[in-house]
């Protein structure tokens, strides 16, 4: 494993649900509270790859 991703501004936020697209070009996570804080403001983010496979 290595870190290749950092979600700024969202300190109170957890990651969750971290999914790959099933062509595995594309991954998916949600911040649980976004910047607002809320659990409302949660947000869904998509990453564009290409990603290793191993």
């Known amino acids: 494993m290595a870190p ?3 979600v700024e ?3 109170g936020s ?3 649900g971290p999914a790959f697209s ?3 070009k594309r991954l ?3 911040s649980q ?3 607002g804080g809320r659990s409302s403001d949660g947000i869904t983010y998509e990453v ?3 990603f290793r496979e191993r």
């Open 4 to 6: 290749f991703l950092r």
């Open 22 to 24: 099933p062509d595995g």
């Open 9 to 11: 501004g969202q300190g």
């Open 48 to 50: 564009s790859g290409p």
């Open 33 to 35: 509270r976004g910047v």
């Open 14 to 16: 957890e990651i969750t």
């Open 28 to 30: 998916y996570f949600s």
